[in-house]
Every structure is written in C-alpha cells, then in structure tokens.
C-alpha cells in the first residue's frame, strides 16, 4: 500500500478527483458536503489495475484549514497536487506547495483537473514553473476531468509509476504514529488513526503516548481487520488502556523507550530569521505553539509548549497564525541540547551548529560528550565505533580530556592517601555511570583495592605487610575480627588503618571492628543458608563470630540493602536482583 495526501487550492476538485478513483465519498462530515467544501481530513482508497492499493488523505484548500491540510500531509510521503484548469494557480496552491517543501515531501504527481471547462495547458505551465525550484521538480503530470472521467485511466497509470518509485519503508523500525483522528465506537472503545510511515503494528502490541502505556486491541487497515500492519499504511488502530478524552490529532503512538520526549529542540530554518519570537510548529500532524531564539546564521532553539517525540532529521515548518502565513521551513539537529545559561552561549552554540549540515553520531557525541548507544538510537542516529564502557559512546576530545582531569587529580593526592574510590572520580568528573570512571583508569592509574591511584604506589610495605597478615587470619574464619590488641600487634592503627580502609584493602564496620572487604558478600552467602527470619544470635552462630562482630554487620548489611529489619529481633535477607 501507499498513502498519498491532496493538495492544492480550494474548490479546484480535490475531493472530486478522488471520488472519481476510489468511488467514495471523502467528506466525512455533513457540514462538508451541503457546503460543497472539504473543511476536515477525508480518507479513501482504491486498488490499481497494477494491484497496487492506494490510499488517499483528502485535505482541505482553503486557508482558513491549513491547520487541518498541514495535519494531513505531514506524514504522507508523497502528494498529488491539483489545480483547476479553469482557474489556474492560485494562493492556496502557494501555500501549499511550500508547506510541502518546508516539510520534505519530495514524491507526487501534478494534476490538472476540470479540463472539460477551459483549456489545460496554461494551468499546467504554471504548475511546472511553480515546481521548478523545488524538490518537486520534474514530477509526472496528468490532465483529467473528474466530472466526465477523461484522464483517469492515465492518471491510475501516473499513480501506479509514482507508488513503484517511492522508498521502500523500514518495517523493522520502531513506531511513531502521528494521530489525524480519535474516535469511541461502541463496544469498542477509543480508537485513532494515522499513516503509519515506519514499522509495524501487531495486536497485543504495547505502545506510549505522551508517557503512558497503552496496548493494541485491534487493527484495521482500509476497512479490513487484521492481525498485523507494516508501513506504508492507513491504518486505524483500537487501543486499551486510555480514554478517548485523554487522546487527540497532534500526538503520537511510539515504540515505548525508543524516542525522546522533545521540549527544547535546536533546528535549522530555511529562510533564516533573526527576529521573530513566537509561531506555530507543525511536523507530523501535530500543531504546538513555539518561543524561539535565534542561535546561528540559520539556526535556532525552539521551545515547544508541549514535548513530541522527535529525531534528528525530523522536517516540519513554521507558521504564522496571525498572519496565516508560513515563516520558514526547519530540520531538527538536536533533541536534547545542553542549557544556554553563559554569556556567549548562544553566539557559540549557533557556531557549533553552522559546522554541520544534518549531525550524524559523531557530532551528536561532539555537542554532549557522553551518550549511550540506546540514547543516540533514539535521537536518531545510530552509533559508529565501539563503547567505551557499557553501552556508552564518547567523543574523542571529551574522552582524552576527561582521562587527563583524572590522571591530574590523583597525582597530585600525597603517598598515605594513595588515590580515590572509583566512585569518588565518577562524581569529581559528573560522570552519569561509574563503568565510565572505570574505563578512564589507563597507565599511569591503575585500580587496587576498589580505589584508583597511580601505577607503582601502593601501601607503604609495613602497612601492605600487616593487610597480608590479616587476610591469613581471616582466611579460614573471615568474620573473626581481630581484637584492639591484635591491631595494634599488627600495626593497623592510627594513619596506617586509614591508609589501608582508603586503599579498599581492609574495610571497618564499627570501632575496632575490621574485616576484609568482601566480607559482606561472604557473610550474605552465608545467611542464605538459615531459616528466614533469622535472629542475631542465628546469624552469630552461623557465621562462627561473637556478638562484637555479629551486630555490626548486620546494620552493615541492613544499610547496603542485602538485609532488612523484620521487627525488632529479626532480620530477613532481601531477595537478589
């Protein structure tokens, strides 16, 4: 199936072209049709002599809807476009036409219709000087009559060439379906519609909308059920889950976790504009209000009244509605910009964008410093390369500097406070995951003991000696903490104690109560074995120590979440994740 949206001035037969094909009627509303004048979206469709279906999403000519008609073409990946032979070219076939540059429609097919009341060639001279400059250069033409049928079997031939030559759509990909209606039906319950352009829909399918879950119930496609859909379709879509009331045209259904909710986005605007503040965003078929600033020579930052899930790529336009003209064309460059709070931030991040035509990873990477792949995915650029830790990308530049900011704090610590934890240096460098701090630990740091510190310094020998000592004696009973005594026989007193707790060689839970680190683990290990809950005397039991040792370490447990208090005798270990 394809889907091919209308265009074009008013009363030039738009809606009656399409009856002519499909032998329905796209007026949906009885208003429209005792007006003589398409006022909302219609939809019909056809199947081809070729066997190719063909959908159709009629929009209204006049100016007073191009709300509606933007709605419409937005998703549509090509367009017929419709002028009367009797009028020729008119405003709204302008604005039209430029709502279809602004938003990246680059497919279609130009009709002239009513050719049995004036003679067609000059209308379709006019249509192919207005498309000359545009993406829409050298589309086919067709000259028709929807009232007497002349054409129409050469305009089905054009359609069918048109509908052979469009992209094929990504049917694997994640799902954004922009809304043009929602309706109840009874027994039934809510139900939208839209073009799918991308992916597919299957019932039982989870989706979001606006951060809510919701499932599909059941599918419709041309008026026929299914189980499944694929792009390119109309379809209509019964979702459980949400009330009619809490949907409407302008909001999307997405795969859940695969877009980013955009409020502040930067774009680049075609013309340029300096000194307009406000205007509408239309892109897809919803219509948000926006304050915007200006950055670069032709870039901008845009701040939506409401968040849409959008992607670097992503096309729409801006427009006046006061003055019910269209200000510019746009493409989205980042969905999720940094703040613009120094003086210069502004002048510099229009520089930042004036590098760049359309960003690819490296220069999503390049602006933020650190994303990860799912990120990246979702803002519509897939990563290149390899991680540096986990799923986490990092531009080169921001990467070194961070390993230098690093390596330039630990070297400058003094030798009995040998380094930093790991999850110290994740919080000195504002870093959102510790695997990061972790992968930046390269010669000449190195990591021992749960804290970095530079290769080579290690505990004094005296203080690494008696850390040696202590393990021995904790090797066979590892909960039977050494007494006061038997610490300072050991000389793990005073500054050598602190040397060592800091190095993560030996860890205290309580005074004079010192433990080798995975002390914890092997105590958690230990308790799984007894009946749940347990007392403080089963577990001092159990782990073969005294009380002196039993009781802190439980609150140690109790504080890092491996236990929890059932009353005030009893504890019970928590379950594993």
């Known amino acids: 199936m394809q889907v091919i949206a209308t265009a074009g001035h008013v009363d030039h037969g738009k809606s009656t072209l399409v009856r002519a094909l499909t032998g329905m009627e796209p ?28 959908a159709f999403v009629d929009v209204p000519g006049h100016e007073r809807f191009v709300t509606n008609m933007l709605a419409g073409v937005g998703p549509c990946p090509a367009v017929m476009i419709v002028v009367a032979a009797d009028q020729g070219w008119q405003a709204q076939s302008a604005e039209h036409l430029a709502a279809l540059e602004a938003v990246g429609v680059r497919h279609g097919l130009a009709v002239i219709t009513r050719a049995d009341l004036a003679d067609p060639e000059p209308a379709l001279r006019q249509v192919h000087g207005h498309l000359r400059e545009t993406g829409l250069a050298g589309i086919d033409s067709v000259v028709v009559s929807g009232r007497t049928r002349q054409g129409l079997d050469k305009l089905e031939a054009a359609l069918a060439r048109l509908a052979a030559a469009l992209p094929e759509p990504d ?33 039982g399918d989870e989706l979001e909308t606006d951060g809510k879950r919701v499932r599909i119930r059941g599918l419709q496609t041309l008026g026929e059920k299914t189980e499944q859909v694929s792009a390119t379709a109309r379809v209509a879509v019964n979702l459980r889950g949400v009330e009619r009331d809490d949907l409407s045209r302008g909001m999307a259904l ?63 336009l801006l427009r006046d509605p006061g003055r019910r003209e269209i200000v510019a064309g746009l493409r989205v460059l980042d969905v999720r910009p940094a703040a613009l709070r120094r003086r210069g931030a502004a002048a510099a991040r229009g520089a930042a964008l004036d590098d760049v035509t359309l960003p690819d990873s490296a220069a999503l990477l390049r602006w933020h410093g650190l994303l ?48 930093i934890t790991v999850d110290a240096a994740a919080q000195l460098l504002g870093l959102p995951d510790r695997r990061l701090a972790e992968a930046l630990v390269v010669p ?50 005073g500054k050598a104690l602190a040397a060592a707790l800091r190095s993560g060689a030996v860890m205290s839970i309580g005074k004079n109560v010192v433990l080798m680190p995975d002390a914890p683990d092997k105590a958690a290990d230990t308790l799984a074995g007894l009946p749940s809950p347990f ?43």
Not at 30 to 36: L, V
Request: proline residues 8%; glycine residues 10%.
């Open 535 to 577: 007392t403080v005397s089963d577990a001092r039991v159990a782990l073969a120590t005294s009380r002196r040792v039993a009781l802190p370490l439980l609150e140690c447990l109790d504080v890092r979440g491996i236990t929890e208090r059932v009353d005030n005798d009893r504890r019970a270990l928590r379950p594993r994740r």
């Open 372 to 419: 990860t792949g799912r990120e990246l995915r979702a803002m519509g650029c897939p990563p290149g390369g390899s991680p540096v830790a986990g799923d986490w990308y990092a531009d080169p530049g921001h990467w070194s500097s961070l390993t230098r900011r690093l390596a330039d704090h630990v070297s400058r610590r003094p030798a009995l406070d040998p380094g």
């Open 444 to 493: 000449p740091l190195v990591v021992e003991g749960g804290r970095v510190l530079p290769a080579g310094r290690s505990l004094p020998p005296a203080i690494a000696k008696a850390v040696t000592e202590l393990a021995a004696h904790l090797a066979e009973r590892p909960f039977d903490a050494p007494t006061a005594e038997r610490l300072d026989e050991l000389g793990l007193t």
């Open 27 to 54: 007026d949906r509303w009885a208003e429209e049709r005792r007006r003589g004048m398409t006022i909302d979206l219609g939809f019909a469709w056809t199947t081809l002599e070729s066997g190719e279906r063909i």
């Open 171 to 203: 049917t694997e990909d994640v799902v954004r379906l922009w809304l043009d209606r929602v309706f109840t039906i009874t027994g039934a319950g809510t139900v939208v519609t839209g073009t799918l352009t991308r992916g597919t829909l299957r019932v």
């Open 254 to 316: 997405v795969t859940p976790g695969a877009w980013i909710p955009a409020q502040v986005i930067d774009v680049r605007l075609n013309p340029a504009m300096d000194h307009r503040r406000e205007a509408v965003l239309h892109l897809g078929s919803a219509a948000v209000p926006v304050r915007i600033r200006a950055l670069g020579s032709d870039t901008a930052r845009l701040v939506l009244s409401r968040p849409l899930p959008l992607r670097t790529g992503d096309r729409g």
